[in-house]
């Protein structure tokens, strides 16, 4: 070989055997690469496992696996997993048998939120549930509106919706179906019960959605100088017209006593609660909550309160706020309570956010009273019990002169 070739020959082995060197080094350190890694995502993996199997139950997480396997390997049509989710957490929720607990889809948060900002269409009517035949009651229908133009009212249980029956659909699902555009009809299925012989009359009505807006405040002064007030709602505008409507009949020279009628009532939103029932106690504690956890949160009021003879008129379609309002009023002592035990819903929802633009609503804590008196599912007592006449069936047939409860109103303050 001559010396040339032996030069080249040698560059040429040197530069294989560099390369080869070269591939082993990265060979091993990928596979050391790989594997560091790979223990990393495991531990990551065994970690949201342990996660997950500590929040629920093995038997749960294997049932839910076995299924998604059944359905991946057996049936026969596409499914959407989006739709798949939204159904899991529609399940969960309905296990809790929470009446007020609701799952919002994408599109559902943005119809609720989109009502809740914007105008609301419906039929005028505050409904609640009935936990004993486990349908929707209707509290009270909205004076005016078209619920109280068809003939609903206080007390009428909804067994249908359209096409959704009562012992299929949710609570929730069931009240969503009544609201929808203006101009649209949507019957609705009731069921009535006589209150003496306790038969119940089923019959349908036929009502038109409309734009829903009713101011929830009236005012007048009725015989002996006493003032009245009709608060219907403790809506985001009620505060403000209930002060204009107290600060109006306070100021006018006659007014000597006062009447607040929160008869089918069925609350709202509990800081206007608060602000009206600030203006009524003195400094102290207007309501707490109570969650799972025993944390308490409290609102307050503060010095100033009423400081004329005062009246309370409830009812069993009073629920809610207005039962925050009455107890406050009671456990102050700054007015008489009369009528009939309230209904008895002391319970808060909240909504939270799942992070993916889904939301759900949970009952997350508990009303009770200054006292600690506890509301849910047992109502406020008057301090003086008064039915109305026997034969009616609401207060909207009632004529002032007739209307029980609310004479005896006028004549304690009249004392």
């Not at 594997?35 to 199997?53: A, R, V, Y």
């Not at 038969?199 to 009505?205: G, I, L, S, T």
């Not at 009369?338 to 993916?356: A, F, N, W």
């Amino acid at each position: 070989m001559k010396k040339g070739n032996s030069v080249v020959a040698v560059i040429i082995i040197t530069a294989l055997v560099t390369a080869l060197l070269s591939y082993i080094i990265f060979k091993f350190w990928f596979y050391n690469y790989t594997l560091e890694n790979g223990k990393k995502e495991t531990e990551s993996n065994k970690t949201q496992d342990n996660i997950f199997t500590q929040t629920l139950p093995a038997e749960v997480q294997t049932k839910i696996v076995k299924l998604k396997k059944l359905i991946d390997n057996y049936y026969l049509y596409e499914y959407e997993t989006e739709e798949m989710s939204d159904m899991i957490a529609v399940g969960m929720l309905a296990s809790l048998k929470d009446p007020y607990a609701q799952y919002y889809t994408k599109e559902a948060f943005k119809s609720f939120y989109d009502q809740t900002e914007g105008e609301y269409y419906g039929i005028g009517i505050y409904v609640t549930y009935d936990e004993n035949r486990n349908m929707p009651i209707i509290i009270a229908p909205l004076e005016g509106s078209p619920a109280f133009e068809a003939g609903i009212q206080s007390a009428d249980y909804i067994e249908y919706v359209g096409d959704l029956h009562s012992t299929e659909a949710s609570y929730t699902e069931l009240v969503d179906a009544i609201k929808g555009l203006p101009g649209t009809k949507i019957k609705i299925g009731l069921i009535r019960i006589d209150d003496k012989t306790k038969e119940e009359k089923h019959f349908e009505v036929e009502v038109e959605r409309r734009k829903i807006e009713i101011n929830p405040v009236k005012y007048e002064v009725l015989e002996n100088n006493i003032g009245y007030i009709k608060l219907s709602s403790f809506d985001e505008v009620s505060y403000g017209n209930f002060k204009n409507a107290y600060e109006s009949l306070i100021n006018d020279s006659k007014v000597k006593s006062l009447i607040i009628d929160l008869r089918n009532n069925p609350g709202g939103v509990l800081d206007t609660c608060a602000d009206i029932t600030d203006i009524i106690v003195p400094e102290g504690k207007i309501v707490y909550t109570v969650d799972k956890e025993g944390k308490e949160e409290a609102l307050y009021s503060d010095e100033s309160k009423i400081e004329i003879p005062l009246v309370v008129l409830v009812n069993e379609s009073s629920a809610s706020a207005t039962e925050v309002f009455t107890a406050a009023v009671k456990d102050y002592e700054v007015g008489t309570v009369i009528g009939k035990k309230t209904y008895g819903k002391g319970v808060v929802q909240s909504l939270r956010p799942l992070g993916d633009g889904t939301y759900v609503k949970l009952t997350t804590s508990e009303y009770f009273s200054p006292k600690g008196n506890k509301i849910d599912k047992i109502g406020v007592e008057p301090d003086i019990e008064v039915d109305l006449p026997e034969g009616v069936d609401s207060l909207y047939d009632i004529e002032r002169d007739k209307d029980t409860q609310l004479q005896r109103a006028i004549d304690e303050l009249s004392k």
